[in-house]
């Protein structure tokens, strides 16, 4: 196939691209800044909050499947203001995903696969672990609501148009992941009792289900994330351990809510896990890393100094380089 990737110069882009051209694909990568990145596919800079310039770009491009990768989070901070953080992803997603949607559209590409977000966005009530099917929040806390509605926005517009869309887990696996200083740091405590439960998926696995999805996904929606689903009272210590850093400091919760405000107490506590069982099942779907015990270990070994001894197998790109 021929597929147009934007957000292609990115931490999953280029594991993307990298596993797509393995695979034989062809591949137009879009950048906003950093071009150099891409490898073995056509780069093509592009503005994706530029309507006119997407709609060029995917005539132009006349590919067979477009995959929406883009995202604003390099060196984002979190703050008491998630919305914040977000904003300009929050257009990516919104504003974006409709121009893409719109040019794939008049360009008559019906494979459409998009980046969503698993963890954190489900009803916190009831089971831990939430299905694709299960309900989605329906009363964000404020700090968070433009980035649940932006992230709400692409899932539904992206299903309605018949296209794929994947709910990744955290990211680990990059350099510039955003979790490793603040852990270092002992920035990120456990807040409470510690029973919020994320989702994490290593970005080499995140890449595969990403090819499998483009090549033999059905419409709708794909939880991408690894077999554990757990609360921050276990992975935390596990990432500080495999960072080389102390254990995570304990908190309470109304000392987390006047420092770090509600959305992180509700992140520590009340969040909610999902499961990957449909893309395992549906795309056939199996992670080389089903557990971050062993992933985060794998991943954060050169940060520690110590070799990882892993190898990509698909990918040229390695846990811990710097995309
Ligand atoms: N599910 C998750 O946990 C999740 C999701 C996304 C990112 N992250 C993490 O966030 C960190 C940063 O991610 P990243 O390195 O991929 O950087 P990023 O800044 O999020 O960029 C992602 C991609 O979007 C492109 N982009 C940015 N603004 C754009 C715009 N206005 N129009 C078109 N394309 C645009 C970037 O291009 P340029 O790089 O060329 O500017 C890049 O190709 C990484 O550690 C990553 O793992 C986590």
Do not use: C
Request: no cysteine; glycine share 10%; proline share 6%.
């Amino acid at each position: 196939m021929r597929i147009f990737v934007a957000g292609a110069s990115g931490a999953i882009g280029t594991r993307l691209v990298d596993q797509l051209i393995d695979q034989g694909h062809e591949v137009i990568g879009t950048y906003k800044s950093h071009g150099e990145r891409i490898r073995g596919a056509t780069a093509v800079p592009l503005d994706l909050l530029d309507a006119a310039a997407v709609r060029r770009a995917v005539l132009e491009a006349q590919p067979d499947a477009i995959v929406h990768q883009a995202t604003a989070l390099a060196d984002m901070r979190f703050s008491r203001n998630f919305d914040r953080g977000f904003a300009v992803t929050n257009r990516l997603r919104t504003e974006g995903t409709d121009a893409l949607l719109a040019a794939a559209r008049e360009a008559g590409v019906t494979r459409f696969v998009a980046q969503s977000f698993a963890s954190m966005r489900h009803a916190r009530t009831g089971g831990m672990v939430k299905t694709e099917e299960d309900p989605l929040d329906p009363d964000p806390l404020p700090s968070t609501r433009e980035s649940h509605a932006a992230m709400r926005h692409l899932d539904g517009a992206v299903v309605d148009a018949g296209g794929i869309v994947l709910r990744y887990g955290g990211f680990y696996g990059a350099a510039n992941d955003g979790l490793i200083e603040p852990v270092r740091k002992r920035q990120f405590p456990i807040v409470g009792d510690g029973a919020g439960v994320f989702s994490f998926v290593h970005l080499d696995d995140a890449a595969a289900a990403t090819v499998l999805a483009l090549e033999a996904g059905r419409p709708g929606i794909y939880n991408v994330v690894d077999d554990e689903p757990a609360p921050v009272r276990e992975w935390l210590p596990v990432m500080a351990e495999a960072l080389g850093a102390k254990p995570p400091r304990h908190v309470p919760r109304w000392v987390a809510r006047l420092i770090a405000g509600d959305a992180a107490v509700a992140i520590g506590t009340t969040s909610r896990g999902v499961s990957n069982a449909k893309a395992k099942r549906e795309l056939g779907w199996t992670p080389r890393f089903p557990t971050w015990r062993e992933g985060f270990r794998v991943a954060y070994a050169g940060f520690r100094g110590e070799p990882s001894g892993y190898e990509p197998e698909r990918a040229r790109s390695s846990a811990g380089s710097v995309r």
